[in-house]
């Protein structure tokens, strides 16, 4: 028996797993000292719990745990990256470049330091939502600083050529960070074998709680240096000053832990569940396309335009299904996704698309629910658009 609703917006955010929970519970009550405080016991333990999930993340991106600085998630530690580097070496340069299918909280930080003065380069993707490692090498000029690719899209799980970019980026001397917040977790990810010196990551995306996330800042064979955007105590070697959030700490890094441990099999079981759905949708529907590559993407994305539909209408219509029709971060923005126009789809096409998540709690019958949920809701909604009606083939 499938219980409703049904979940599958894991891209916006996974449910915690209940193995985290029961780590960081007692660090909300017995064992609740300030990791700060380290001249009694109560401030050791809490310490102790920071270390040991510096430790876990660490681990878990190949990276040294000296490496890692906690932050509240993706999204701060994307602006202590790109703020951080691009006021630190602005003596050097004020050029950075990035790919047109970011995350906003690329874009937009962004945008704030080409306001303050730094010059931007936004390049294209193809149709499939790949940057072309080449075109990067081209942008690079003598001012360059910087250099910023998400690993893996949030909208259509497009993976980028990052170790590629990392090599050209190392041979040319410009640092390269990714907001890896949807790719760690998922697939494989080693700071070494990507040549990434920063890298940002986010615990709600990874079966953690929400409030957490982390940045890797290179400290071998180059050192990458970072100006603080949080003044304060001084906390975290300086780069994030605050009272260490330790519950939330602790279950990023038992999450982490847990993500290790599980991936490969998960990856798996995701990815034939995902190739399931998808199957199930092209032989109960015509009108129905792909968005993103096809394979070079992350097991658990499903990105599909419905012609004829409207995304927004066939989100309404199912009531038992949760999906989203780009990222939760936008959705309160008018006009199709900038990701998906930026793959060259058209508006009718943008608007007719829905991305389906799927993660660790999801089952295959809740999958074949949905696929006949989905067929039924599409071809109902089908029957009251003219426009499908008249140039549906026959």
């Known amino acids: 028996m499938v219980q409703l609703p049904i979940y599958l917006d894991n891209h916006a955010t996974t449910r915690c797993d209940p193995r985290v929970v029961a780590a960081m519970l007692p660090y909300f009550t017995e064992k609740f000292g300030n990791a700060s405080s380290i001249n009694h016991i109560f401030g050791t333990e809490a310490h102790e719990a920071v270390e040991r999930a510096r430790r876990q993340v660490a681990e878990l991106i190949g990276a040294s745990d000296n490496e890692i600085v906690f932050t509240s998630g993706a999204t701060e530690s994307n602006n202590l990256a790109l703020k951080g580097v691009a006021r630190m070496y602005r003596h050097k340069g004020n050029h950075i470049i990035t790919v047109a299918t970011e995350h906003k909280a690329v874009l937009d930080p962004l945008k704030r330091l080409a306001h303050d003065g730094y010059e931007v380069t936004i390049l294209p993707v193809d149709g499939w939502g790949l940057v072309d490692p080449q075109q990067v090498a081209e942008a690079i000029r003598p001012q360059t600083i910087l250099v910023s690719v998400m690993l893996a899209n949030n909208e259509i799980g497009t993976i980028q050529p990052l170790a590629e970019i ?6 040319k001397g410009v640092l390269l960070h990714t907001d890896a917040a949807q790719a760690v977790g998922k697939i494989p990810v080693q700071v070494d074998e990507l040549q990434v010196d920063l890298l940002s990551l986010s615990g709600h995306k990874i079966y953690g709680p929400k409030g957490i996330g982390a940045l890797f800042i290179r400290k071998r064979e180059r050192r990458v240096r970072v100006e603080p955007q949080i003044d304060g105590g001084g906390q975290e070697s300086g780069l994030r000053s605050g009272t260490l959030a330790v519950p939330l700490i602790v279950g990023l890094g038992e999450a982490c832990r847990l993500c290790g441990e599980l991936m490969a099999d998960e990856s798996r079981r995701l990815q034939a569940l995902r190739d399931r759905l998808w199957q199930g949708l092209r032989d109960g529907l015509e009108g129905v396309e792909l968005n993103g590559h096809p394979t070079q993407r992350l097991p658990n994305n499903l990105n599909v335009s419905f012609a004829g539909v409207k995304g927004e209408a066939l989100l309404l219509a199912l009531k038992d299904v949760a999906v989203s029709t780009g990222s939760a ?9 900038h990701v998906l126009k930026a793959i060259g789809l058209d508006d009718e096409r943008a608007d007719a698309s829905v991305r389906f ?6 089952t295959a019958e809740e999958i074949e629910w949905v696929i006949e949920h989905v067929i039924a809701t599409v071809r109902r909604l089908r029957r009251y658009a003219t426009r499908w009606a008249e140039s549906a083939p026959v």
């Open 357 to 362: 998540g799927l993660g660790r709690f999801n």
């Open 166 to 171: 990392g090599r050209i980026c190392r041979e």
């Open 329 to 337: 971060c936008t959705t309160a923005r008018l006009g199709p996704s």
